[in-house]
């Protein structure tokens, strides 16, 4: 099937309707037959037990349970850097803000403004900044973690489509991640400034969890939501969880002019693990 093909099939499936039934079977006890998915799922996707914190597929009672294991002690020794990447999957795109535009792929881009849901003045903070879009697949390790100390200060949930976010929608679908469902965190630092975390949610992806709030997306109303944490002091450590996906997804992050250098090995569509060296603080 042609990439092209692929992306027009996208825009008639039902993908809430698919997001809701996906959500239902990942969360469902089924005894052995989550066990039997759980297997097929590993041997498909070629899934890497030995790092599970539990490597017994059969002790999983559900879905999500095996979906969200935890790493064991170790796994993701974190570089000695300022920043650190959060999650294991593979670089989309990364760089400089233009103005307020972020590149999504190669003739597709997005602003700021649309990304963290229509907030002008929050978007305007990252004008000529940096940013890194990183695409987790099936098979990564799906919790998030911080890639710098910071302070939670407010957290928005954007409705929006439930668009695959895989290269080949990326390059297909104008506006992907400003278009998706997303969960926007603002943080602080006293290093660094202000930083966004966008949790890009997708097709089949049955939640979207942080570390403070838990599921921020179990009801999907339709409706934007905002809280407030500036009077709270929901604080997180450089590597620390922050959330995690129910499937696979994009992370977006969005710095400050003159705030991080990349890491010069890094590049679109490589590779990336929890705890390598993302960046280092700019010159």
Same mark, same amino acid.
């Given at each position: 099937?042609?990439?092209?093909?692929?992306?027009?099939?996208?825009?008639?499936?039902?993908?809430?309707?698919?997001?809701?039934?996906?959500?239902?079977?990942?969360?469902?006890?089924?005894?052995?037959? #989550? #066990?039997?998915?759980?297997?097929?799922?590993?041997?498909?996707?070629?899934?890497?037990?030995?790092?599970?914190?539990?490597?017994?597929? /059969?002790?999983?009672?559900?879905? +999500?349970?095996?979906?969200?294991?935890?790493?064991?002690?170790?796994?993701?020794?974190?570089?000695?850097?300022?920043?650190?990447?959060?999650?294991?999957?593979?670089?989309?795109?990364?760089?400089?803000?233009?103005? @307020?535009?972020?590149?999504?792929?190669? =003739? @597709?881009?997005?602003?700021?403004?649309?990304?963290?849901?229509?907030?002008?003045?929050?978007?305007?903070?990252?004008?000529? /900044?940096?940013? $890194?879009?990183? %695409?987790?697949?099936?098979?990564?390790? @799906?919790?998030?973690?911080?890639?710098?100390?910071?302070?939670?200060?407010?957290?928005? %949930?954007?409705?929006?489509?439930?668009?695959?976010?895989?290269?080949? #929608?990326?390059? =297909?679908?104008? +506006?992907?991640?400003?278009?998706?469902?997303?969960?926007?965190?603002?943080?602080?630092?006293?290093?660094?400034?202000?930083?966004?975390?966008?949790?890009?949610?997708?097709?089949?992806?049955?939640?979207?969890?942080?570390?403070?709030? /838990?599921?921020?997306?179990?009801?999907?109303?339709?409706?934007?939501?905002?809280?407030?944490?500036?009077?709270?002091?929901?604080?997180?450590?450089?590597?620390?969880?922050?959330?995690?996906?129910?499937?696979?997804?994009?992370?977006?992050?969005?710095?400050?002019?003159?705030?991080?250098?990349?890491?010069?090995?890094?590049?679109?569509?490589?590779?990336?693990?929890?705890?390598? $060296?993302?960046?280092?603080?700019?010159?």
């Amino acid at each position: 099937m042609s990439d092209r093909l692929k992306v027009m099939l996208q825009y008639a499936l039902p993908k809430q309707l698919l997001t809701r039934l996906a959500g239902r079977a990942a969360g469902a006890q089924a005894g052995s037959g #989550t #066990t039997a998915m759980i297997r097929w799922f590993v041997g498909k996707y070629k899934v890497d037990m030995a790092e599970a914190a539990n490597p017994d597929i /059969g002790s999983y009672k559900s879905f +999500n349970d095996f979906f969200t294991r935890p790493l064991k002690p170790g796994a993701r020794p974190q570089a000695e850097a300022d920043f650190v990447c959060p999650v294991d999957g593979a670089i989309s795109q990364f760089g400089a803000i233009a103005d @307020h535009h972020i590149v999504q792929a190669k =003739g @597709h881009r997005f602003t700021t403004t649309d990304l963290v849901g229509g907030d002008s003045e929050l978007a305007g903070q990252f004008r000529h /900044g940096s940013f $890194a879009n990183l %695409y987790l697949s099936p098979k990564d390790y @799906h919790r998030l973690h911080m890639p710098c100390d910071g302070r939670l200060v407010r957290m928005i %949930y954007v409705p929006g489509a439930l668009f695959s976010v895989n290269p080949v #929608t990326a390059r =297909g679908v104008p +506006n992907l991640f400003a278009r998706n469902e997303r969960v926007v965190c603002v943080f602080e630092s006293a290093e660094y400034g202000r930083f966004v975390l966008v949790l890009v949610g997708a097709t089949i992806v049955g939640s979207i969890a942080t570390a403070w709030h /838990g599921v921020v997306n179990a009801k999907r109303t339709g409706r934007l939501s905002d809280w407030d944490y500036s009077g709270q002091s929901v604080v997180l450590k450089k590597g620390e969880e922050m959330g995690r996906f129910m499937l696979g997804s994009t992370i977006v992050m969005l710095f400050g002019p003159d705030t991080i250098a990349f890491n010069p090995d890094w590049a679109p569509e490589r590779s990336v693990r929890l705890g390598e $060296a993302m960046g280092g603080r700019a010159d």
